[in-house]
């Protein structure tokens, strides 16, 4: 419910749906969707803030501080950062080039959305750069160097590419 949003500050929204537990981070989460986000990721303040936390230690006068959490819970494909949205198009339009196929052929574009939302991917067995477009599906990179580092070693180690 909307009453959860307690506070708003320059980076990050704070809730409470337990009436206990403080939550603060940069979207608000209720009943599986989004009810709340800012543009941009706020992970490198909470974790300075978290390291302060951790330096003063507990005392009765402030907050106690349990840990940094991400949460994935039903998370939209809009609700990711950007980059990474675009480094998951790189790995489907690699799945595409080297797979001679499309993601799950036959099927319509709501179908799909629904598998991907699901976190259901078409098999990669047999591919030369699987572990290229897995990382990219599953968030392992954090820019497109590092994935194009590895598509470039991927591919002149895979027997048949690159001659």
């Given at each position: 419910m909307w009453w959860?949003?307690?506070g708003m500050g320059g980076f990050a929204f704070v809730s409470c749906t337990d009436e206990k537990t403080v939550l603060k981070g940069h979207q608000v989460w209720e009943d599986g969707k989004i009810r709340a986000s800012f543009e941009e990721s706020?992970?490198?303040e909470l974790s300075k803030e978290a390291h302060i936390y951790k330096l003063l230690g507990e005392h009765p006068q402030i907050l106690k501080f349990?840990?940094?959490?991400?949460v994935h819970?039903?998370?939209?494909?809009?609700?990711?950062?950007r980059i990474k949205r675009e480094l998951f198009a790189l790995g489907s339009g690699l799945y595409?080039?080297?797979?001679?196929a499309r993601l799950f052929p036959g099927s319509?574009?709501?179908d799909i959305q629904e598998r991907l939302s699901d976190e259901v991917f078409p098999s990669l067995e047999d591919l030369p750069i699987r572990n290229v477009i897995h990382g990219?599906?599953?968030e392992l990179y954090d820019n497109a160097v590092c994935s194009g580092t590895v598509v470039i070693i991927g591919l002149s180690?895979?027997?048949?590419?690159l001659g």
């Amino acid at each position: 419910m909307w009453w959860s949003i307690i506070g708003m500050g320059g980076f990050a929204f704070v809730s409470c749906t337990d009436e206990k537990t403080v939550l603060k981070g940069h979207q608000v989460w209720e009943d599986g969707k989004i009810r709340a986000s800012f543009e941009e990721s706020c992970e490198e303040e909470l974790s300075k803030e978290a390291h302060i936390y951790k330096l003063l230690g507990e005392h009765p006068q402030i907050l106690k501080f349990f840990r940094l959490e991400e949460v994935h819970t039903g998370r939209s494909f809009e609700a990711r950062p950007r980059i990474k949205r675009e480094l998951f198009a790189l790995g489907s339009g690699l799945y595409e080039i080297v797979a001679w196929a499309r993601l799950f052929p036959g099927s319509n574009e709501d179908d799909i959305q629904e598998r991907l939302s699901d976190e259901v991917f078409p098999s990669l067995e047999d591919l030369p750069i699987r572990n290229v477009i897995h990382g990219c599906w599953n968030e392992l990179y954090d820019n497109a160097v590092c994935s194009g580092t590895v598509v470039i070693i991927g591919l002149s180690t895979s027997r048949g590419c690159l001659g």
